[in-house]
């Protein structure tokens, strides 16, 4: 079963199924008219807000908002009250900041369009082989869009994320989309690179140079002819790439672009064309038979609740909640794995929101080039829905993630907390992330700080995770001089906790619980530390872990959203 391609996005053209009906009915040039009428005017204006915070790296000011948006502030400050609402941004102090929970939206583009599901372990193969960046993207009108990023950590290394948007002259992938382009698109490429000379419109890349794209039309002419391209230093000075298609078994169209990302100091590109294309082609071969043997996939479940959920909100938060915004980006969550593309009617009855909500919504989305209308009487969803937050949270770690949610934790209990990691030889436990308490008396470990994990709360959680049940013959773990019985460890595995009483250090005691990734593994534990004249063994289990617990959740929660399709290091 081929995997959905990402062509529609490419379409000079936006069609808008007229009042009553599931499907197109009539041909409007995009932008060549403001909103059509029955456009949802706060979706427009939340979905303006969600595009600035992206662009400004995910954190701005409410009058900053103001400014970039042209909205009054009022107006602001119920869009993004909604926004915190949804957990698609939180409040932090004078600032709007994006969470996790807004790659929601592009989580359910890349899992309708199944190609990173489907081809991304074959680019992770070729970049740990090759030892260098591997990436696939997409095209998206004019551009070319990222959905899968296998990055290799180094001093000097690709920056580029998932959902970041690039000029298709300035790149090899845009060389090879450039092949199927017709009349129109060139059309429209010529006219934006006129009224963009700098490339403002593409702020994941540097201002453009007059000479910075050459004779794009001969590149992609050598690109039809050759099957491959290379990017000799179009983005920026020293980065360079080879980039081969990936092709649709149902239709021969380019599906995606599989490309080595590198610089000038480890190849040239001349270098990449040589040594590195033809094990890139391998992968390729692979990839697309992928595609022509994978089955299809069973739908999963469709959200649930939503209507009920935002109104619920509106008779809780009043005029605050905009229930329109909130209904608006629901719609695109409809659409998943199994869902690439619904009938209004689906969409409706997904989100259980009335046709004509839904359809306003999906009208709306379709003006902003979310939504793309087929002539089968379906909607999909767009690339574009990845400049919906995703870019700057892709690159997300694991502290970064839970700081906010490790502060809380500290503001509510007036006690210290901390995120901690296994190092890779299991005997310690490496801090990562904190946030203290305002108390004269308090635990402060700095992060980074290493401590043996069997005289820990945070590494008893994780050794319990790691060490599997007992066995007679096993001798007790010891980490550092600390030896820690079985017995105890198949207790905490039993509780899903770990109290430390006075072991680390006189008068500390610290209770811990595990931070799971989406396969249920402990990548991590979080604590609460106390003084043992604050609170007795009985308080902690009874007044710290629930706490500790929700918190986990909540870390848990933000790390598989962010993960489903990057990869968010521990540390």
Request: proline share 8%; with cysteine; charged share 25%.
């Amino acid at each position: 079963m081929p995997a959905q391609t990402a062509q529609d996005s490419g379409s000079r053209a936006e069609t808008r199924p007229p009042a009553g009906t599931d499907g197109p009915a009539r041909t409007v040039e995009a932008g060549a008219d403001g909103p059509p009428a029955e456009a949802v005017g706060p979706l427009l204006r939340g979905v303006a807000v969600l595009r600035r915070l992206t662009e400004a790296g995910g954190t701005m000011s409410p009058s900053a908002l103001e400014r970039a948006t042209g909205l009054a502030r009022s107006t602001v400050d119920r869009i993004t009250a909604t926004l915190a609402r949804m957990g698609h941004v939180r409040l932090d102090g004078r600032d709007v900041v994006l969470t996790p929970r807004v790659m929601e939206l592009g989580n359910a583009y890349l899992a309708a369009l199944r190609l990173p599901a489907l081809l991304g372990a074959h680019a992770d193969a070729v970049a740990d082989e090759l030892d260098e960046s591997v990436s696939l993207a997409v095209t998206d009108l004019d551009g070319i869009r990222f959905i899968h990023q296998a990055t290799r950590r180094r001093a000097m290394s690709v920056s580029f994320r998932i959902g970041d948007l690039l000029p298709a002259e300035r790149t090899a992938p845009g060389a090879l989309f450039a092949t199927e382009w017709d009349p129109s698109d060139w059309r429209r490429w010529h006219a934006r690179h006129a009224e963009d000379p700098s490339d403002a419109l593409f702020p994941a890349v540097p201002p453009r140079s007059p000479s910075a794209t050459g004779d794009f039309a001969a590149r992609v002419e050598r690109a039809r002819r050759d099957g491959w391209a290379l990017d000799d230093q179009l983005v920026e000075p020293g980065l360079v790439a080879v980039s081969v298609p990936v092709r649709a078994p149902d239709t021969g169209r380019i599906a995606c672009v599989a490309s080595v990302v590198s610089h000038t100091s480890r190849h040239t590109a001349a270098g990449l064309r040589t040594a590195l294309l033809p094990r890139l082609r391998t992968a390729v071969a692979a990839m697309e038979a992928e595609l022509r043997t994978a089955p299809a996939p069973e739908p999963g479940p469709p959200p649930s609740e939503l209507a009920a959920w935002t109104g619920a909100s509106k008779l809780e938060l009043g005029r605050d909640f905009v229930e329109s915004l909130a209904r608006g980006l629901t719609v695109l969550t409809a659409f998943g794995e199994g869902r690439p593309a619904l009938p209004l009617a689906e969409v409706a009855r997904a989100t259980g929101l009335s046709r004509a909500t839904a359809r306003r919504a999906l009208i709306t989305h379709e003006h902003l080039g979310l939504v793309t209308a087929r002539p089968d009487h379906t909607f999909a969803l767009t690339p574009r829905v990845l400049d919906l937050g995703f870019p700057p949270l892709s690159r997300s770690t694991l502290p970064r993630l839970a700081e906010p949610h490790l502060r809380a934790l500290a503001d509510r209990l007036y006690e210290p907390t901390a995120l901690a990691v296994l190092t890779g030889g299991g005997t310690e436990i490496q801090y990562t992330a904190g946030a203290a308490a305002s108390r004269v008396l308090t635990v402060h470990i700095a992060v980074g700080t290493r401590l043996p994990a069997a005289a820990t709360s945070l590494g008893r959680v994780l050794l319990a995770d790691t060490t599997g049940p007992a066995s007679p013959d096993r001798k007790p773990t010891r980490t550092r001089g600390h030896a820690l019985p079985d017995a105890e460890l198949e207790a905490v595995r039993t509780r899903g906790y770990a109290l430390v009483d006075e072991e680390l250090e006189s008068g500390l005691r610290s209770i811990a619980v595990p931070v799971r990734d989406r396969t249920g593994r402990a990548v991590a534990a979080v604590n609460v530390s106390t003084h043992a004249a604050r609170r007795t063994l009985d308080d902690c289990v009874r007044d710290l872990l629930p706490e500790l617990r929700a918190t986990a959740d909540r870390i848990q929660s933000d790390l598989r959203t962010a993960n489903r399709f990057t990869r968010v290091p521990a540390l």
